[in-house]
């Protein structure tokens, strides 16, 4: 047992894997399924993958056409099912945006509030032979959005944004204790090593919780992940459609910042360019 399971006030999380496709009723019913899955082992929120209302291998118009409003069937399933099961859902769906391209966008629900924060994907996966941007506009530079569930405080970010360190610790300033990571990791040569580092380092480096949900192969690299403020994966789903639950608590985040006061010891803050 965990310390942060061992804990009386922990929190259970989970991790869901699925593949999406281009049928959004079949994905909102696994989303149901697995929900309920992670619900009936104790999970109080659910992080569902990036892309999670469509998505097909290759992007083109039909993406821009599956866009739907933030107050659409989408987001608007996801909250009753949230109502329904009592828990917190964090998944990443297409919104409309204008005509020629769509946003990346991750939505948090909560049971009785709806919509509680929002992320639009900052950087957008122009590498590795890949143009997001030809399809998604990124996301404004705003302050990240965060919410609370047990005193615990988490925000959101998305699957490249990995990469960019600063982004994950501007949402760490904002006051979050745990970041919500919903991907579409394109599997291929090292892309599973890049994954599990940049995971773990973006957990260790703010002494945080990272909550990181990926596709199922064929296409994306699966390994998603719950990995805790030293860096340790607590929990992890390998290729397979499944969940991962992991309890994790406010007295891990303090002790091990206690140990490892980095956050408080550096002396630069992020600015955007």
């Known amino acids: 047992m965990t310390d942060a399971a061992a804990d009386a006030d922990a929190i259970g999380v989970a991790v869901a894997q699925f593949a999406p496709g281009d049928d959004p009723e079949a994905n909102l019913a696994e989303i149901v ?3 309920t ?22 992007q083109g118009q039909d993406w821009v056409d599956a866009a739907q409003p933030s107050d659409g069937p989408f987001v608007t399933a996801l909250a009753a099912l949230a109502d ?3 828990v917190h859902l964090v998944a990443g769906f297409l919104e409309r945006a204008y005509e ?3 946003h990346n966008t991750v939505v948090a629900v909560a049971p009785g509030s709806g919509v509680v924060a929002a992320y639009r994907k900052l950087h957008l996966y122009d590498a590795f032979g890949q143009r997001e941007s030809d399809w998604i506009a990124p996301g404004e530079v705003d302050d990240p959005e965060v919410f609370a ?4 405080r988490f925000g959101l970010q998305t699957c490249y944004d990995a990469r960019f360190p600063e982004v994950t610790r501007r ?17 291929g040569p090292l892309k599973e090593h890049h994954w599990r580092t940049l995971t773990t380092a973006r957990a260790l480096e703010n002494t945080a919780y990272v909550l990181a949900a990926d596709h199922a192969p064929p296409v994306g690299a699966g390994n998603s992940m719950v990995v805790d403020p030293m860096g340790v994966e607590i929990a992890t789903i390998g290729e397979a459609t499944d969940v991962a639950v ?13 140990l490892n006061p980095a956050l408080a010891l550096r002396r630069f803050a992020v600015v955007p360019r």
């Open 33 to 35: 399924r697995l929900a």
């Open 37 to 58: 899955l992670a619900a009936s082992r104790g999970a109080k929120l659910v992080v569902f993958p990036e892309y999670s209302s469509y998505f097909t291998p290759q």
């Open 84 to 86: 329904e099961l009592d």
């Open 100 to 102: 020629a391209h769509a």
């Open 149 to 152: 569930l047990g005193g615990i």
């Open 171 to 187: 949402i760490v300033d904002a006051g979050a204790d745990v970041v919500c990571m919903p991907a579409e990791w394109v599997r």
């Open 246 to 258: 992991a309890w994790i608590s406010a007295a891990r985040i303090a002790a091990v910042r206690r």
